[in-house]
């Protein structure tokens, strides 16, 4: 790691969080950000992270620098793109981040049609389509299970551990917002509707704002990380287990084929080895 020392970056770091805390702006702090860490990595700075964690400072702290590295690197990255090859597991989870996405707008563009009616019999269908909606955002729970259960552990053997565990904090939290989306509009018709509309637009910008930046964390922070320290071997035993949890009813079928090809590769190898005595 070239430039500045590591120490130095860590004291630095640990002084923007000091002034996030004190309540400065994301915005005021990113350019001095964009100094200590313009030549590191996603890899590297997960390790920095690590070290300002194991010195005391708390998770919900480093989400908060988490939220910098976002306002300095999002143009940036969203000019890039994940690399990973056609069989890798991590591209199951791309695809089930982008068809995320998609439901992400659809319910602000649905939340926005309920919010310009007077009426909530002229805004049924749109009330009906909601619920479906609610019902598949919450259908994401094997796609947190498999991260969870499978590529955070797998992170955490290389010693990427903090990451991780912000990004299941980051689940938990998402897990309560859309079991309130879902509860809202299941008890929409014994609200005012006026009350109901305030609500659904207040959980509805919640979500999107908090699972848009959760997705480009991983996409742009975590999933490169995975892809440069977890091995071909590594690679297959995890999407075996990704098939034992199972995956999401918007999982797209080809993404799941592909990346069967990991383990066929393994498995040749493994045939091409020759026995001892043989």
């Given at each position: 790691?070239?430039?500045?020392?590591?120490?130095?970056?860590?004291?630095?770091?640990?002084?923007?969080?000091?002034?996030?805390?004190?309540?400065?702006?994301?915005?005021?702090?990113?350019?001095?950000?964009?100094?200590?860490?313009?030549?590191?990595?996603?890899?590297?700075?997960?390790?920095?992270?690590?070290?300002?964690?194991?010195?005391?400072?708390?998770?919900?702290?480093?989400?908060?620098?988490?939220?910098?590295?976002?306002?300095?690197?999002?143009?940036?990255?969203?000019?890039?793109?994940?690399?990973?090859?056609?069989?890798?597991?991590?591209?199951?989870?791309?695809?089930?981040?982008?068809?995320?996405?998609?439901?992400?707008?659809?319910?602000a563009t649905l939340t926005e049609k309920i919010k310009q009616a007077d009426d909530p019999e002229a805004v049924k269908?749109?009330?009906?389509?909601?619920?479906?909606?609610?019902?598949?955002?919450?259908?994401?729970?094997?796609?947190?299970?498999?991260?969870?259960?499978?590529?955070?552990?797998?992170?955490?053997?290389?010693?990427?551990?903090?990451?991780?565990?912000?990004?299941?904090?980051?689940?938990?939290?998402?897990?309560?917002?859309?079991?309130?989306?879902?509860?809202?509009?299941?008890?929409?018709?014994?609200?005012?509707?006026?009350?109901?509309?305030?609500?659904?637009?207040?959980?509805?910008?919640?979500?999107?704002?908090?699972?848009?930046?959760?997705?480009?964390?991983?996409?742009?922070?975590?999933?490169?990380?995975?892809?440069?320290?977890?091995?071909?071997?590594?690679?297959?035993?995890?999407?075996?287990?990704?098939?034992?949890?199972?995956?999401?009813?918007?999982?797209?079928?080809?993404?799941?084929?592909?990346?069967?090809?990991?383990?066929?590769?393994?498995?040749?190898?493994?045939?091409?080895?020759?026995?001892?005595?043989?």
């Open positions: 790691m070239g430039g500045i020392p590591v120490e130095e970056r860590k004291h630095a770091l640990k002084e923007i969080l000091r002034q996030l805390h004190e309540g400065v702006s994301p915005e005021e702090v990113k350019e001095k950000f964009r100094q200590i860490i313009e030549d590191v990595g996603p890899e590297e700075i997960a390790r920095i992270e690590q070290e300002i964690i194991n010195e005391g400072v708390s998770r919900e702290e480093i989400q908060k620098l988490c939220e910098v590295h976002l306002a300095v690197f999002r143009e940036q990255l969203q000019r890039q793109k994940v690399e990973a090859k056609p069989e890798n597991p991590v591209n199951i989870l791309l695809e089930e981040h982008n068809a995320l996405q998609q439901r992400l707008e659809k319910l269908e749109e009330i009906f389509q909601l619920k479906s909606l609610a019902a598949e955002l919450l259908d994401a729970e094997k796609h947190y299970l498999r991260e969870e259960n499978v590529l955070f552990p797998a992170l955490e053997k290389h010693g990427i551990t903090e990451p991780p565990a912000i990004m299941w904090m980051e689940h938990d939290k998402l897990r309560e917002s859309k079991k309130l989306l879902k509860n809202l509009l299941e008890n929409h018709d014994k609200m005012d509707f006026q009350a109901f509309k305030n609500k659904l637009t207040e959980v509805a910008n919640a979500i999107r704002n908090s699972l848009s930046s959760h997705l480009f964390k991983e996409n742009n922070i975590l999933f490169p990380t995975a892809l440069r320290v977890v091995t071909e071997q590594e690679w297959a035993e995890i999407r075996r287990e990704f098939d034992e949890i199972g995956y999401c009813s918007f999982t797209p079928e080809k993404a799941i084929k592909e990346t069967a090809a990991v383990l066929e590769k393994i498995e040749a190898k493994k045939a091409s080895v020759p026995i001892e005595g043989t």
